[in-house]
């Protein structure tokens, strides 16, 4: 079966640190690996995608690379800010399904 | 302009009471989605149409009924409303079957149930 697996937090960073969320997937499939970020009181919001192996997506400074060797989707940024608090999950979609696996979500909290 | 709407934003009721949440977007996509999230962020999915027809229907109690009138509304009826029923219940609606498309939530529903 598909399912997504991400790093507990809550992960807390002072400003201007690297940050790493490790994300790793098992599918039957050749999914889409997305990232979705949700700050406090709002819905979810795309982050980026990767829709096949070695793509990387990359938006607002974080990244991800879609790796299929590893089953892994790590998000990055070299330099977090304040403003980057929130919780980011980690979801793949596989081709012809209309299902969306979630990660369990992952807290930042980025200190000043 | 708001691509998912969800109404209303906030509602606290009774326990056994029943009621309704709305959704509509204005993408035209053709799939539409019902989650709940718990206190510690856990997102389950609950429902999805795709064109007005049911496609997913997880394990959710029979109180919990989705209703598509077209393919731009979901709704979701609850009845008998419990305590653990408390929860963010948010919409989401994505693209047909190609898999690269991303899902676009709404801002949720936060229902407490006293």
């Known amino acids: 079966g598909n399912s997504v697996t991400q790093m507990e937090g809550p992960v807390t960073l002072s400003e201007e640190a690297f940050l790493t969320i490790n994300c790793t997937y098992t599918a039957t499939g050749y999914p889409s690996l997305f990232w979705y970020v949700q700050y406090p009181g709002e819905g979810l919001q795309l982050l980026l995608k990767a829709t096949k192996a070695d793509d990387k997506g990359s938006n607002k400074g974080f990244e991800a690379t879609y790796r299929k060797e590893t089953t892994s989707f790590h998000l990055e940024k070299g330099s977090v800010q304040v403003s980057d608090s929130a919780v980011y999950f980690c979801?793949?979609?596989?081709?012809?399904?209309?299902?969306?696996?979630f990660g369990s979500g992952t807290k930042l909290n980025v200190k000043p | 302009d708001t691509a998912v709407s969800q109404t209303p934003k906030y509602l606290v009721t009774q326990m056994g009471n029943d009621k309704s949440i709305k959704c509509e977007q204005n993408?035209?996509?053709?799939?539409m989605y019902w989650y709940k999230q718990d206190s510690k962020k856990f997102l389950k999915i609950m429902f999805s149409y795709n064109n007005k027809e049911l496609i997913i229907n997880e394990t959710v109690p029979n109180r919990f009924s989705p209703k598509s009138p077209d393919k731009a509304h979901l709704n979701l009826h609850i009845n008998s409303l419990e305590l653990g029923d408390s929860a963010v219940y948010f919409c989401a609606s994505s693209r047909g079957l190609a898999g690269g498309h991303e899902q676009f939530f709404g801002p949720g529903t936060r229902l407490t149930v006293l």
């Open positions: 979801a793949l979609r596989e081709a012809n399904f209309n299902k969306f696996y």
């Open positions: 993408l035209g996509h053709d799939t």
